[in-house]
Each structure stands twice: as C-alpha cells, then as structure tokens.
Nanobody
Framework: VQLVESGGGLVQAGGSLKLSCQAS????????MGWHRQVPGKERELVAS???????KYKESVKGRFIISRDSDKNMVYLQMDSLKPEDTAVYYC????????????????WGQGTQVTISS
C-alpha cells in the first residue's frame, strides 16, 4: 500500500501548479486524504485535507488560492494551487489516514515520498 505524488515543479510567483496523489494497493476505503508541506528547519504543516464525507480543512494562508479535491473511486487526491507565492516553496507530501484493507483487518497511515514545489519571485 503506497502513495505516489506527481505535479511539483518550478513556477513564477502568481502561477499555478496542480499536485496529484495516487493511493494504490490493498485498499477498501480511505478516511482522510490531504497535503502537508515542509521547508528545511521547520516542522511539517497541514496545507489541506479532505475527509471521505466531504469536510475540508485549509491552512489559513492558502484559503482562496488552493483547492483540494478527491476522486474516491480512484483513491486519488489533488491540490490545485493558484496565485502561488514564494512562501509556498516547500516539499509537499501527500497523506492518507484511516486507509482500510479490503478485509477490513488492517488500517494504515500513509505518506508519499514528497514533491518539490519552488516558486520564484
């Protein structure tokens, strides 16, 4: 069971990027999927998360600029990032909480490998 991210890169301030994350393996359901980010010397922080019931959380500084969405049938989560700022530069990590196996006997907490997002001023 794993998460694989894609979509990071280098863009100028004001630009856009879309991150994608695919969960694969022995999965029947996922409670929460989300995105965190981390810069060197700082703790990893929540950017956005979305529960299976639709409840969404955003970091205050990304509200109105980032949109999280999920395709539960495909076990995917996306992060559309618009109006990017240099302070959004970080390694972005996909996260999945309450990942249940098909036999409902195992539950996982998963992290992706991270994807670099760099915003130039």
């Amino acid at each position: 069971v794993q998460l694989v991210e894609s979509g990071g890169g280098l863009v100028q301030a004001g630009g856009s990027l879309k991150l994608s994350c695919q969960a694969s393996g022995d999965i029947s359901s996922i409670l929460v999927m989300g995105w965190h980010r981390q810069v060197p010397g700082k703790e990893r922080e929540l950017v956005a998360s979305m529960e299976s019931g639709g409840h969404i959380k955003y970091k205050e500084s990304v509200k109105g600029r980032f949109i999280i969405s999920r395709d539960s049938d495909k076990n995917m989560v996306y992060l559309q990032m618009d109006s990017l700022k240099p302070e959004d530069t970080a390694v972005y990590y996909c996260n999945a909480v309450g990942v249940m196996s098909r036999d409902r006997r195992r539950e996982y907490l998963l992290w992706g490998q991270g994807t670099q997002v760099t915003i130039s001023s």
